[in-house]
C-alpha cells in the first residue's frame, strides 16, 4: 500500500487487478498469521489482530479467509521467524520514502530494498533518516455518500479523533496511533464501515517532480517495492498528478 494523507493516492491503491489484490489478500493473511501465533486468536484480548483484522475487510478479504487463516495460524505450533523492519530511503528528486515489511529473511530483503533504490536513482538510507519527515497517525476513511458532513465530524470527534477532513469524496478522521482502534470500534458501533481504518506515515511536506522521465522512475520504485512479497506498506511524500494517478 502506498500513499500519502492525499485521498486520490489511496484511491490508486484500491483500483488494483485481480493479480494485485491477491498479492494484497496474501501480505495480510501472513500479518494475522504472525500477530495470531503472537498474541493468541481472540480479537478481543489482542488489539493487534483486532486492527488487522479491520484492516482486512477494509481490503475486502473475505470473512471466511480472515477466519480461516486465525484457525490454521492458532493450530499450527510451528512458531515462525518474521520480523517486522522498516526502511527508509530517497527516491528520485528527493523524495522520502518509507517502507514497513514483514520478512523471514532481513538479509534478502534489505538487498532487494537497496537494489530498488538503486534502480530507480535513488538510495536506501539509515533507520530514522526520512521517519522524521512524517507523522504516524491513525487514519480512518469513510465513503461521504449518502452522509451529513455536520454528524460525521460530530461522531468522530465525540469517539475520540484527533481531526477531521472532508475532500468532496471522502471522510478522513485521524487519531492517536494508540486510539485507533477504539475510535474505529465507536464508530463502527454506530453504523459507519470504513474504506481504510489503519496506522500511516504521513508526510509533513509533498515533494513534486517535474520532467516525466524522473516521475517514471519514481513510479516504477513504487510498484517494485509494493510487488515485493515481503513489503507490506509504502509510503512516501510525492505529490503525484493526476494522470499518474489515473492509469492505474
Same mark, same amino acid.
Given at each position: 500500500?502506498?500513499?500519502?494523507?492525499?485521498?486520490?493516492?489511496?484511491?490508486?491503491?484500491?483500483?488494483?487487478?485481480?493479480?494485485?489484490?491477491?498479492?494484497?489478500?496474501?501480505?495480510?493473511?501472513?500479518?494475522?498469521?504472525?500477530?495470531?501465533?503472537?498474541?493468541?486468536?481472540?480479537?478481543?484480548?489482542?488489539?493487534?489482530?483486532?486492527?488487522?483484522?479491520?484492516?482486512?475487510?477494509?481490503?475486502?478479504?473475505?470473512?471466511?479467509?480472515?477466519?480461516?487463516?486465525?484457525?490454521?495460524?492458532?493450530?499450527?505450533?510451528?512458531?515462525?521467524?518474521?520480523?517486522?523492519?522498516?526502511?527508509?530511503?530517497?527516491?528520485?528528486?528527493?523524495?522520502?520514502?518509507?517502507?514497513?515489511?514483514?520478512?523471514?529473511?532481513?538479509?534478502?530483503?534489505?538487498?532487494?530494498?537497496?537494489?530498488?533504490?538503486?534502480?530507480?536513482?535513488?538510495?536506501?538510507?539509515?533507520? %530514522?533518516? $526520512?521517519?522524521?519527515?512524517?507523522?504516524? /497517525? +491513525?487514519?480512518?476513511? =469513510?465513503? !461521504? @455518500?449518502?452522509?451529513?458532513?455536520?454528524?460525521?465530524?460530530?461522531?468522530?470527534?465525540?469517539?475520540?479523533?484527533?481531526?477531521?477532513?472532508?475532500?468532496?469524496?471522502?471522510?478522513?478522521?485521524?487519531?492517536?496511533?494508540?486510539?485507533? %482502534?477504539? $475510535?474505529?470500534?465507536?464508530?463502527?458501533? /454506530? +453504523?459507519?464501515?470504513? =474504506?481504510? !481504518? @489503519?496506522?500511516?506515515?504521513?508526510?509533513?511536506?509533498?515533494?513534486?517532480?517535474?520532467?516525466?522521465?524522473?516521475?517514471?522512475?519514481?513510479?516504477?520504485?513504487?510498484?517494485?517495492?509494493?510487488?515485493?512479497?515481503?513489503?507490506?506498506?509504502?509510503?512516501?511524500?510525492?505529490?503525484?498528478?493526476?494522470?499518474?494517478?489515473?492509469?492505474?
Amino acid at each position: 500500500m502506498s500513499g500519502h494523507s492525499k485521498w486520490n493516492n489511496i484511491k490508486r491503491k484500491k483500483e488494483k487487478t485481480d493479480a494485485a489484490k491477491a498479492k494484497v489478500f496474501t501480505k495480510i493473511g501472513r500479518e494475522i498469521s504472525v500477530i495470531v501465533k503472537t498474541g493468541g486468536a481472540n480479537p478481543n484480548e489482542n488489539s493487534k489482530l483486532k486492527d488487522a483484522i479491520a484492516k482486512a475487510k477494509a481490503a475486502n478479504v473475505p470473512n471466511e479467509n480472515i477466519e480461516r487463516i486465525i484457525k490454521k495460524a492458532a493450530g499450527d505450533g510451528e512458531a515462525n521467524n518474521y520480523e517486522e523492519l522498516t526502511y527508509e530511503g530517497y527516491g528520485p528528486s528527493g523524495v522520502a520514502v518509507v517502507v514497513e515489511t514483514l520478512t523471514d529473511n532481513r538479509n534478502r530483503t534489505a538487498g532487494e530494498m537497496r537494489h530498488y533504490f538503486d534502480k530507480c536513482g535513488g538510495n536506501l538510507g539509515q533507520s %530514522g533518516s $526520512v521517519t522524521f519527515m512524517f507523522d504516524r /497517525k +491513525g487514519m480512518i476513511r =469513510i465513503e !461521504a @455518500e449518502g452522509r451529513d458532513e455536520d454528524t460525521v465530524m460530530e461522531d468522530a470527534l465525540e469517539a475520540g479523533a484527533d481531526d477531521f477532513n472532508f475532500d468532496g469524496d471522502v471522510f478522513e478522521i485521524s487519531t492517536d496511533p494508540n486510539d485507533l %482502534g477504539a $475510535v474505529r470500534d465507536a464508530l463502527e458501533a /454506530k +453504523g459507519y464501515t470504513f =474504506i481504510s !481504518a @489503519e496506522t500511516e506515515y504521513i508526510p509533513q511536506t509533498m515533494t513534486t517532480i517535474e520532467d516525466e522521465e524522473t516521475a517514471a522512475k519514481m513510479e516504477k520504485l513504487i510498484d517494485m517495492l509494493e510487488e515485493n512479497d515481503d513489503v507490506q506498506a509504502v509510503w512516501h511524500n510525492w505529490d503525484m498528478p493526476e494522470d499518474e494517478l489515473d492509469e492505474d
